[in-house]
């Protein structure tokens, strides 16, 4: 909660805060807390919701502002993230399955970061895959698969069948720089096989990784309008740039909204994505989804023990997730990122990846309030062009179409997470490659990174790094 400080008190907190930066990181020049200079805000990518861990916790710090009662939520919805189900009966976490694709959240978020995905001949560990056939459903989302919905379970508890299983391989690519230095990227090349009933033969599938559910409370907070204002559906201003924004069905307000969560934003509250998850990805029932994923499907155990997860741990694990803290930015007085911005905001990187935000004010939740907060991302769709291209739709999202991901913290994945996997489906291997599969309305952005001298690259990617 944030109480109402006079500036005397606001003093003492940044003096706090200087002290705990010096302490926890003697190699990063720390702000000074008397250095009011526009630039000193950008060291606190959330807000007052900034916490100073570049370890491997750096993302699963909770909200430094909450209240001993708010922070009791947190810790209840901690353990329903990290909670392993298993199917009934059982004393503990029953519910799981009959079909499902993990047995916990923390499974695929993995310290509260990304997942990873199969390498060739493994199963899916921390991605998904969303399966649709053409046409809308009746609230003009994705049309479910006849035996199968809109996502595929791949494994499902013992004595019955898992939907299919998931065949991952890449193809590599090899292509050069401007300057002839050489790289290669690996498209994926994915099959399902064992399905236990024929799939349709006009299925559409789109990979997706786990990403990371760290500063998302503030992102919900960002005023619906403003991020409609940055949509440029027609790109009346001609820079090559449109944007538009997802319009997806709210099930508790039983109304369309602005859609902000996963790779299409198809998901429009913390609430509606956290239930989804556990019916779809762990077939845990809730008041939300109280249906099964496998309801009308031979799998369906057809037990009445709906919901399985009671309303209070899922407005829990979604507190959990809205209060999970953003790490500090780092370096940002290096001459090398701070040419890196320069760079990025030259590539034109800027117009998708938007640095700052403002919050609105939320009268129930003001931790959330009134924050500047840097996420670099504008929240809304772009076409990727037909190189990133899953060719299905999701709500207004069409199949070229992807959410801009916010780039804060991205700097930390190989600390937290141990690996450098990035886009929807995990196929980029590092940062630069990342850059490298953008396309579409991306692709000017792309040629002036893969345009650049080395040491430009380099001074692009240290500044990815210091976020
Ligand atoms: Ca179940
Ligand atoms: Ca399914
Ligand atoms: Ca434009």
Not at 417 to 444: C, K, M, P, V
Request: net charge negative.
């Amino acid at each position: 909660m944030m109480r109402v400080r006079g500036p005397g008190m606001r003093a003492v907190r940044w003096m706090l805060v200087g002290t705990v930066v010096t302490l926890l990181s003697a190699c990063v020049k720390e702000p000074a807390p008397w250095d009011d200079t526009p630039n000193n805000d950008v060291w606190f990518a959330g807000g007052t919701q900034t916490v100073f861990d570049q370890g491997s916790g750096a993302y699963s710090q909770a909200f430094p502002g909450l209240t001993a009662a708010e922070l009791a939520i947190h810790g209840t919805g901690d353990m329903a993230f990290e909670a392993t189900f298993v199917s009934a009966p059982s004393p503990v976490n029953p519910g799981l399955g009959p079909i499902f694709n993990s047995v916990s959240c923390a499974n695929c978020h993995i310290a509260d970061g990304r997942g990873r995905p199969p390498v060739p001949g493994e199963q899916p560990v921390s991605t998904l895959i969303r399966i649709s056939v053409p046409g809308s459903d009746a609230h003009g989302g994705p049309t479910p698969v006849p035996g199968f919905g809109g996502q595929l379970q791949h494994r499902s508890i013992f004595g019955t069948t898992p939907e299919a299983l998931v065949n991952t391989n890449y193809l590599e690519e090899p292509s050069t720089f401007a300057d002839g230095t050489t790289y290669s990227l690996r498209r994926p090349a994915i099959t399902l096989s064992a399905a236990y009933t024929p799939l349709p033969v006009d299925l559409m599938m789109s990979t997706r990784l786990a990403p990371p559910v760290f500063g998302l409370g503030l992102l919900e907070a960002i005023p619906e309008v403003d991020v409609r204002a940055l949509a440029d559906p027609g790109d009346a201003d001609g820079d090559g740039i449109s944007g538009r924004a997802n319009n997806v069905w709210d099930h508790l307000d039983q109304r369309y909204t602005l859609g902000r969560f996963g790779w299409k934003a198809g998901q429009p509250t913390l609430l509606q994505q956290s239930a989804g998850a556990y019916v779809e990805d762990m077939g845990i029932t809730s008041f939300l989804f109280p249906q099964e994923s496998s309801a009308g499907q031979p799998q369906h155990d057809g037990t009445n023990d709906e919901p399985e997860v009671s309303d209070s741990l899922l407005y829990a694990v979604a507190f959990y997730v809205r209060t999970l803290a953003v790490p500090a930015r780092r370096a940002i007085d290096d001459p090398q990122v701070v040419r890196g911005q320069e760079l990025f905001v030259n590539a034109g990187c800027d117009r998708c990846h938007v640095p700052e935000h403002r919050t609105g004010v939320n009268v129930a939740f003001p931790s959330v309030s009134n924050q500047r907060i840097f996420p670099y991302t504008d929240l809304l769709l772009h076409d990727m062009g037909p190189e990133l291209a899953d060719g299905r739709p999701e709500f207004d999202a069409d199949g070229t179409e992807w959410r801009t991901p916010a780039l804060w913290g991205i700097g930390l994945s190989q600390t937290v997470n141990g690996h450098q996997y990035f886009l929807h489906d995990g196929r980029a291997r590092d940062l630069s490659e990342a850059i490298l599969w953008h396309g579409g309305e991306a692709e000017t952005s792309r040629e002036r990174f893969r345009t650049m001298t080395a040491s430009e690259r380099a001074a692009l990617l240290a500044f990815l790094a210091s976020l």
